[in-house]
């Protein structure tokens, strides 16, 4: 079946712009996840969501950041007034359900430009 | 739940067996290791996981000591498409935390 997938694979937006970033999970995944990824760098988490409820967002770095998950399926991440740092790939995956054992799987990702 | 430590680079020849280990110096009682591969311009993808003793699967086998502080993935006889970025992590429900891997690189 189908992967996790992303939209769109990259974008250009410039300083204060403010930007939507989407994840269409693995259909019936219970879990999703948001990481940012700096060039050269680990994954770095940012949010979780167990179906529609956003469990953890302690990796979200400023209020400027915010993610939703309304339906328990797509979820938006959204920036506003985008900054220079937040230059990143932005890394979405599902898993299964909310075990410790469920596999994360990723999608390719979005890599965001900010100038 | 802490990052792990593993070396920053390896390098391999095609058909050898390449053995990549972490540390795990604050792992959980209910954390299990994983470890993923990562390709230029792609997610990570999934390996392999396990909680101790060993795990083999169709890529790669694990080693994980009874104290759990370490973990041992081997590669059987790599090939060229094996070069990527490998990650080891602790994971649990929700968060995981990625360090920066060990960028494997083999050589025909």
Known sequence: ????????????AKRGQD??????PISGHVSLFWYQQALGQGPEFLTYFQNEAQLDKSGLPSDRFF????EGSVSTLKIQRTQQED?????????LGPG??????????TRLTVL | LAKTTQPISMDSYEGQEVNITCSHNNIA??????????????????????????VT????????????????LSL????????????????????????????????P
């Open chain 2, 29 to 54: 009682t209910n954390d299990y290791i994983t470890w993923y591969q990562q390709f230029p311009s792609q997610g990570p993808r999934f390996i392999i996981q396990g909680y101790k003793t060993k």
């Open chain 1, 1 to 12: 079946g189908a992967g996790v997938s992303q939209s769109p694979r990259y974008k250009v």
């Open chain 1, 19 to 24: 930007v939507a970033l989407r994840c269409d």
């Open chain 1, 87 to 95: 230059s990143a790939v932005y890394l979405c995956a599902s898993s």
């Open chain 1, 67 to 70: 993610a939703e998950r309304p």
């Open chain 2, 57 to 72: 699967n169709e890529v790669a086998s694990l080693f994980i000591p009874a104290d759990r502080k370490s973990s041992t």
């Open chain 1, 100 to 109: 410790p054992t469920d596999t994360q799987y990723f999608g390719p990702g």
């Open chain 2, 76 to 107: 059987p006889r790599v090939s060229l498409s094996d070069t990527a970025v490998y990650y080891c992590l602790d994971t649990n429900a929700g968060k995981s935390t990625f360090g920066d891997g060990t960028t494997l690189t083999v050589k």
